[in-house]
């Protein structure tokens, strides 16, 4: 197999650097989008060619390995069905969005920025399909879950587009937690850093050394990714809020590639957690919940957007259904179809309510009533209609984590993070020690600093003081979090000095970029991007150090960090991978309420 085809999928990367660093006509990145996107469309074609006379049912490729101290990161490359269906998906309909922009954002200020994060976003896209291993894939997933976040936000000038991309983004980093977690536990279980090659012949991913109910374990987490990547229960109402982005953008994410990433992962996973009844059962249960909801809730939409979100949602939950039960060819032409169908209907969209207000004007045109309403009575459709109307309750919290609407957790939080609460538990800790645990000292202050870095984390990431006073909160949590770690493993000095090296020149670039500003009201979205343009480019980098991206140390730390306690000690695994999640959301909030949106009352 020829490495040098490969280049092509990297031109959109390269694309992405140039447009992040030089300013273009749009007559220049007109031009330049088809030299980018037209030979990896036409380089599928090869990669189909040598697929077909291979006698493996899979293509693989080493390409590098990184040693970092016992640590070791595969680079390899994987091909089979999924990833030529992948391939195909996203040049094409890359291709398609890409021209049609022109179009529809001719003379748009943010014209350069929304070609760039499309890059970005097909980049992602293009690593996440031709990954060989869970940590290639996680960090296409990234990348892909940075470029929504973007695109949501993009109409930065105003507050509701800002307000839904980050709680979006907060979902995003609820769920990379499953897949984190996975990734690490798979480096854990095998040797070999192959994932998917050793799954697809047929080999056990477990060395002899390890129990079996670990890979139910690893299965969970995956679920719990793909669960929020693909907008299903609990999370049915986030792919309805996404459509705040251009209509280009929307077609592409939600409608044809980006919402489809959690049905890929439990694919490539399938061989890791098949075998595992509780898992199976849950794939198959979310999915059916999800499509219940999501048709019952799309019904009453009032926006066509709203409605194909909800019909979006609904059939990735029938997608889910046919994973479970092994219907793999089944949920490959399902893909397929519903990619490049529900991205035609959301890019003609705007014509379709054009045309629809035309033919209800015809006093020829009769609405035909809808089959429920002939057969359910009046009451039961009533309140069908309330329960639907009110997104089945999941959208009346802010982060659609709870059914009811009078769990305001964010004001008990802040009442309840706070220094007297967090010394009066750290009290209790230290009795319970004294006479029940008998845990030794290092051990003890390990629980103590890990307990002060997600109470500091979670204070920062609710407080209304001034932006500068929660950066340096965070400063503090930063440091509970290495202490943390390294009172565990006296010998991860690696991870640590690698997680150092992009937080703390970002942390102090994040000082300097807030220690100025005139009092900002963390209650508004207050848009200083207009004002103070150059803090705000300051900032969003700050945002991309602590977000962890692939291209940041702190993405291969928390591997080689997270790695070194997974079965030491799990409780401080999971604090320390909660602050971790953390970290991101308060540079994503700063960013969003005090650089973007508009002046007007917000409810977080």
Known sequence: MNSYLYFFYALPFGFFLLLLFFSFSEKQIRWLTNFILLPSFFTNFS??????????????????????????????????????????????????VTKLSHTYLHRDLGYQR???TIYLFVSGLFLLSLAGNLDMFFAGWELVGFSS?????????????????????????????????????GHILTQNADHFEVLASGQSLLSPDHDVVWLTVMGLFILLAAVGKSGQFPFINWPARAMEGPTPSSAIFYGAL?????????????EIWHDSTLVVSLVAMIGLISFLLATLIGLVQSNIKGKMAYATVAQIGLMFIEVALGLHTLVYFHIVGHSLLRCYQILISPSVVVDSVKRLNQPSVLVKPNWVILF?????????????????????????????SFLKWKLFFRKLIGLRSVLFFLLCFAILNLFVLNLPINLFLAYVFAILDVSLSAHCLLSLKHPKIIWRNLFFAQMAFILSIYLIDFQGHLGILLYLFTIIPCWLLGYFVLKDLE????????????????????????????SGLPFTTVFWAEDILLGEIFL?????????????????????????????????????
Request: net charge positive.
């Open 47 to 96: 990669l189909l060619y040598i697929f077909i006379n291979q006698p493996k049912a899979y293509l693989s490729q080493a390409l590098f390995t990184i040693e970092l101290g016992h640590h070791h990161f595969g680079f390899s490359l994987f091909i089979d069905e999924l990833s030529l269906i992948l391939l195909f998906l996203t040049s094409f309909l890359a291709l398609v």
């Open 114 to 116: 929304f070609y760039r």
């Open 149 to 185: 976040f973007l695109l949501i936000a993009y109409y930065r000038d105003r507050t509701r587009p800002v307000k839904n991309a980050f709680r979006i983004y907060s979902i995003y980093r609820f769920s990379d937690i499953g897949l984190l977690l996975s990734a690490i536990l």
């Open 258 to 270: 980006s919402i489809h990433c959690g049905v890929v992962l439990l694919l490539r996973t399938y």
């Open 376 to 404: 359910l009575p009046r009451k039961i459709l009533a309140s069908l209609y309330c329960f639907a109307f009110q997104e089945a309750f999941l959208s009346n919290s802010e982060r659609g984590l709870f059914v009811f």
């Open 519 to 546: 009092s900002p009201n963390m209650k508004i979205y207050n848009g200083f991007y207009v004002l103070k343009p150059m803090k705000a480019h300051l900032m969003f980098i700050v945002f991309i150090g602590f």
């Open 568 to 604: 030491v000690e799990p409780i401080i695994l999971i604090l320390t991978t909660v602050s971790l999640m953390l970290n991101g959301l308060i540079a994503a909030r700063i960013l969003a309420k005090v650089f973007w949106g508009f002046p007007t009352q917000s409810e977080f």
